[in-house]
């Protein structure tokens, strides 16, 4: 997922840095657009993520990472249609990404269709349900549509999740290393 606030803040324009020096380089080298793109849309550089993903997308029209920037950023700024349809098109890249679903789920969310978001983010949770973001926002789905006890459930399973070492702790390192320079 992105990372946002303040940690996003102090992370993302040193990754923002290393792309700029890659597309400097090779200035349509689509993972570094995609990536540069992605680290616009958690900044909230609207503009500029859209931009890098185009771009990206022109190159390579199934590029994940671009799609993902793009959900990012039109569900942001409330452009719903076109992110439901960049999800689904991120959803036919990688069909088992959970991720996908959860991005799916939040557009729908955000656009105050609760049902298919619900059913969005359970299928997030059946690819991988260690992240307690899914079920925080499964919990926001269920609470919208009166189901208060299972919302509870799902905030107590993510307050559980959040307690136990997961995922490595994000470095922008990893954004740009391992991009292959053609």
């Known amino acids: 997922g ?4 303040l940690g996003a803040e102090r992370r993302y324009p040193a ?3 290393q792309l700029d020096a890659i597309l400097a380089a090779e200035p349509e080298h689509t993972l570094a657009l995609a990536w540069r793109a992605y680290a616009h849309a958690a900044l909230d550089r609207h503009e500029l993520a859209l931009d890098d993903a185009a771009r990206a997308l022109r190159h390579d029209p199934t590029c994940a990472k671009a799609l993902e920037a793009r959900v990012l950023t039109l569900t942001t700024t409330a452009r719903y249609p076109e992110a439901l349809a960049d999800a689904t098109r991120w959803l036919e890249v990688e069909p088992k990404n959970a991720d996908a679903h959860a991005a799916r789920a939040g557009v729908f969310g955000r656009w105050g269709r609760y049902e298919q978001a619900l059913e ?3 299928a997030a949770l059946r690819l991988d349900p260690t992240k307690a973001r899914y079920y925080i926002n499964r919990g926001v789905c269920r609470v919208s549509l009166g189901d ?3 919302a509870l459930r799902d905030m107590n399973q993510a307050a559980e999740l959040f307690q136990r070492p997961h995922e490595q702790p994000f470095s922008t390192r ?3 290393r391992g991009l292959p320079l053609r």
């Open 2 to 5: 992105i990372e946002r606030g």
């Open 15 to 17: 990754a923002l840095e």
């Open 120 to 122: 969005s983010v359970e």
């Open 148 to 150: 208060p006890e299972g």
């Open 174 to 176: 990893g954004m740009v």
